[in-house]
C-alpha cells in the first residue's frame, strides 16, 4: 500500500502531479479533431511517480519510482498504457510492502549520523531508443531496458558487461553511424566518465575525463566530430549536506566552462572554452560550422534542483542560447537567441542530433512561483521566427516530442506530440500538432481516460 496521503503538502505530490498508483491500458481513444492516418508508432513520456513516500515534506521530485505512458497510434486509432519501471529498488519495497531508500532531501541526515544513504536507480527521467532498444534511464545508475508496447521491463541493461559508470539520462545518437556517445558523473573521482556505445551495442571507448570539482552534469551534445561536456558550478558539497543544506549548490568560483572532446578522445585532446557563468539543464542540439562548433541550448543564469525563494525564479529559468566555439582561434562567442521567453525541454527532429538543424521545439513556461508549461514553441534558425502554440491559461504541457511523416521532405513535415493536463479537473489530453501549421488548433485531442501527472522528458519511437 502507498503511504501517500489524499491531500499532500507537498506541491509535487498534489494537483497535476498527484502520483498515480495503477496500471491501465485502454484502447480506441476518444478523440476530438482527427488522428493523422500516417502517424505510427509510440509517444512516451516517463517521470517520477513515487509508489512509497517515505516523508512527504522532504519529497523531492527527483526521488520518484519511474513511470511510462505510452499513447500508441496506429490507422488513425490511439491507445494508452503506463507501468512503473520495475526496478530493482521499487520491487524490495513492493516486496517489504514499505519504503526502504530515503529521498535526496534526508540525505544530509543520514550522512550526519555516519550512514550512507542507499540510492535506487528509479530508471524516472529520460528514454533513448538505440537500434531497436528503448531504455528508460536515471542519471545515477544503469540504463532499463523496456519492452514495446507493452512497457514491461526487460532489466537493466550493462551493455554486455562493457558499461563501467552511471549512464546520463541524455545519450546522444548519431544518427548517420548508429553511435551513441554518452557519460556518467559523480560526487566522487573520477569525477566524469564518457563513453561511445557502438552500433552493436557495446561500450567500445571509455574514457575518464577530469574535472576540479564533482559536479551535476544533466546533458551532453555531440556533433559529427565531437562530444560537448558542460561543466558549470552545480556543485557537490558533502560539508553543505551535513548542515543541513542541499548537497548540490551553486558556486560560480567554480568557473563555467565547456568542453569538446574528439569523439574517440580522451583527457588529453579535450579543449576547454570558458563562459560566462551559466547553467544549462537540456541542450537542444550542436553541430559544426567551418571552424566552429554550434551549440544551442536553454541557458540560465543560475542552477539549482530546488527553484529558491531567494532569488527570482527566471534566474533558474532557461532561454534559447547560442555558443559557438572556434575550434583552430580558441575563441568563444556567446547570444541569446530569444529574450522573451522562457522555455525548457528543447527538441529537435531526432535524426539531426550533432547535425545542422533548422528548427528547435521547446516547451513555454508560464512564469510564477512554482513554473509550469503553458505553449509549445517552435524556433526557426533559418528566419530567426518564433511560433507559439499556446493551450490557455488553465492548461499545462509538458515535453513534446518531433514525430517526422514518413517520407518527409521537409524538416519540420511532421508532429509535434505532447500531454496537455487541465488544471482544473486534472483530466488529460494528448495533443498532436501539425508542425507546419503550428499555431493552428491541434489536428487530434486525444482524451486519455486516466489522470497522467506531470513527469520529465518524452520520445517518440516509430512503427
Ligand atoms: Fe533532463
Redesign the pocket.
Known amino acids: 500500500m502507498s503511504a501517500l496521503p489524499k491531500e499532500a503538502s507537498n506541491k509535487y505530490l498534489r494537483g497535476t502531479y498527484e502520483p498515480v498508483l495503477d496500471e491501465s491500458h485502454a484502447a480506441d481513444l476518444e478523440v476530438i479533431g482527427e488522428i493523422p492516418k500516417d502517424l505510427a508508432g509510440h509517444f512516451l513520456r516517463i517521470g517520477p511517480n513515487p509508489y512509497f513516500v517515505p516523508d512527504e515534506d522532504k519529497y523531492h521530485i527527483f526521488d520518484g519510482d519511474g513511470m511510462v505512458h505510452s499513447v500508441e497510434f496506429s490507422a488513425g486509432k490511439a491507445s494508452y498504457r503506463n507501468k512503473f519501471v520495475d526496478s530493482a529498488g521499487l520491487r524490495e519495497e513492493r516486496e517489504k510492502g514499505h519504503w526502504i531508500f530515503p529521498g535526496l532531501n534526508m540525505y544530509g541526515e543520514l550522512i550526519a549520523k555516519g550512514e550512507m544513504p542507499k540510492s535506487k536507480n528509479t530508471g524516472n527521467?529520460?528514454m533513448v531508443f538505440h537500434q531497436g532498444k528503448l531504455f528508460g534511464l536515471m542519471e545515477g545508475g544503469t540504463p532499463y531496458e523496456l519492452s514495446l508496447p507493452s512497457l514491461e521491463t526487460v532489466g537493466e541493461h550493462d551493455f554486455d558487461g562493457t558499461l563501467t559508470h552511471n549512464f546520463t539520462?541524455?545519450p546522444k545518437v548519431d544518427a548517420q553511424t548508429g553511435e551513441m556517445m554518452t557519460f556518467g558523473y559523480s560526487p566522487f573521482p573520477p569525477y566524469l566518465t564518457y563513453s561511445v556505445v557502438s552500433p552493436e551495442g557495446k561500450a567500445v571507448h571509455t574514457k575518464e575525463i577530469t574535472l576540479p570539482k564533482g559536479i551535476m552534469m544533466?546533458?551532453c551534445a555531440i556533433t559529427a566530430n565531437y562530444t560537448i561536456f558542460p561543466d558549470l558550478p552545480l556543485v557537490f558539497d558533502f560539508e553543505k549536506l551535513t548542515q543541513g543544506e542541499s548537497m548540490i549548490g551553486w558556486d560560480p568560483s567554480n568557473g563555467s566552462r565547456i568542453g569538446i572532446v574528439p569523439r574517440f578522445g580522451d583527457d588529453e585532446t579535450i579543449r576547454w572554452f570558458d563562459i560566462e557563468e551559466s547553467f544549462l539543464?537540456?541542450v537542444a542540439n550542436a553541430f559544426e560550422q567551418g571552424d566552429e562548433v554550434v551549440m544551442q541550448a536553454c541557458r540560465s543564469d543560475h542552477g539549482a534542483i530546488e527553484t529558491s525563494e531567494n532569488r527570482d525564479v527566471r534566474e533558474q529559468l532557461g532561454r534559447l542560447h547560442e555558443w559557438r566555439f572556434n575550434m583552430k582561434t580558441g575563441a568563444v562567442s556567446s547570444k541569446r537567441m530569444i529574450d522573451d521567453q522562457y522555455c525548457d525541454f528543447p527538441r529537435i527532429l531526432d535524426d539531426l542530433t550533432g547535425y545542422p538543424n533548422r528548427y528547435i521545439y521547446a516547451a513555454r513556461f508560464r512564469v510564477n512561483e512554482m513554473a509550469t508549461f503553458d505553449a509549445e514553441m517552435k524556433y526557426d534558425n533559418q528566419t530567426g521566427e518564433l511560433l507559439i502554440h499556446a493551450f490557455g491559461d488553465n492548461k499545462e504541457s509538458g515535453e513534446a516530442v518531433f514525430a517526422p511523416k514518413v517520407g518527409a521532405v521537409d524538416e519540420d513535415d511532421g508532429y509535434v506530440i505532447c500531454f496537455v493536463n487541465d488544471a482544473d479537473d486534472r483530466s488529460c489530453e494528448c495533443h498532436i500538432i501539425d508542425a507546419k501549421n503550428f499555431e493552428a488548433p491541434a489536428l487530434a485531442k486525444i482524451k486519455i481516460p486516466v489522470r497522467v501527472p506531470h513527469g520529465?522528458?518524452a520520445a517518440w519511437v516509430p512503427a
Open positions: 527521467t529520460a539520462a541524455h544533466h546533458d539543464f537540456h520529465f522528458h
